[in-house]
């Protein structure tokens, strides 16, 4: 999809946690929190994924670091397939992959300073001791707009748009090329929203970064991404450009998506979709187009599960109306 050489590629990533029940724990079961997800990021770009809560947004970020593993599927960085890879390969690779967590609150350990929490994965990874650690954590803390003054402060002395930063720093102690940024402003003010996105954009123009943002919040998505992908109930049903996405909407829950968005002048009104029940269980996910119980469409879609194809350029949906 990109021009760009591709750092990571996933295909048909799955994600299955198993349900366990009665006296032996057998399993009864499964949450189909992934269930066949693919795409591709360019070196240098960033790829929103949207998508409203449950729909396995943050279990691909997950299962793409293998924090958790994944079910099936390939997930290939710098070409190589790190899902076939033992754990002391991965050892070698994670630093090459780093994550930004939602909740700046529960991220950081309460019980450390901020230079420990900056420099431990310098120290447990042998890159710099002493000295020369301490130097690299604090400009680590100038790097994300924080002071010298905070290096031997605890969690609970910052807001929550600092402790971000120091998130961030974290991230970036490792020299990382792949960032997953797990809903990274979701939890703050608007303002400091604001500052967090200008600050991760600075960062990657300047050490040539690659992000999967994960947001619902399609204005943060526009701001961040140069490509969007939308999931719903753990497919993908549309991909495109952040440009041709936000010009046309092709897959009738991409289309609600959008229809949501607030606009701030009340004398401009829009036609607002409102989709009809609840989001299904990825228990026991709808057969054929898992969007088709609640598609205004009304059409029956059933029976087969729509392809995610590309029907202009650049530009794949997975909707049977626009094959």
């Known amino acids: 999809m990109s021009t760009t050489e591709t750092l990571l590629e996933v295909k048909d990533l799955k994600k299955h946690f198993p349900i366990r029940g009665g006296v032996l724990g057998r399993t009864v079961g499964y949450v189909y929190a992934v269930d066949g997800v693919s795409f591709k990021i360019g070196m240098g770009e960033t790829l929103g994924l949207v998508g409203e809560s449950g729909c396995g947004k943050t279990t691909v970020g997950r299962c793409i670091l293998r924090l958790i593993e994944p079910t099936d599927g390939e997930i290939r960085f710098e070409g190589m397939d790190i899902t076939k890879i033992d754990n002391k390969q991965m050892a070698k690779l994670r630093p090459k992959m780093q994550i930004v967590f939602q909740d700046p609150y529960a991220s950081l350990n309460p019980r450390m300073t901020i230079k420990d929490i900056v420099g431990e994965p310098m120290f447990v990874n042998g890159i710099a001791r002493g000295l020369e650690l301490r130097q690299r954590v604090l400009e680590l803390l100038l790097m994300v707009g924080l002071s010298e003054d905070h290096m031997n402060r605890f969690p609970h002395e910052f807001s929550g748009g600092q402790r971000q930063r120091i998130g961030i720093a974290r991230a970036l102690s490792l020299n990382p090329e792949f960032m997953v940024l797990d809903e990274p402003t979701s939890s703050l003010d608007v303002s400091v929203q604001a500052q967090t996105l200008n600050l991760l954009q600075d960062l990657q123009r300047k050490l040539g970064l690659t992000y999967l943002f994960i947001s619902h919040n399609l204005s943060v998505i526009k701001h961040m991404s140069d490509e969007i992908a939308v999931m ?6 549309e991909i495109a450009s952040k440009a041709e996405l936000f010009r046309t909407q092709l897959h009738p829950y991409t289309q609600a998506l959008f229809a949501a968005i607030p606009i701030p002048d009340p004398e401009i009104s829009k036609k607002r979709i409102v989709l009809g029940g609840d989001v299904p269980s990825p228990i026991n996910p709808p057969s054929g ?31 049977h109306e626009v094959e």
Not at 232 to 237: A, N, S
Not at 292 to 307: D, I, Q, S, T, V
């Open 232 to 237: 719903y109930l753990g497919k993908i049903v």
């Open 289 to 319: 187009c898992r969007f088709h119980p609640r598609c205004p469409l009304n059409r029956l879609c059933n029976e087969e599960e729509p392809r995610l194809i590309e029907v202009s350029n650049d530009h794949y949906v997975a909707c």
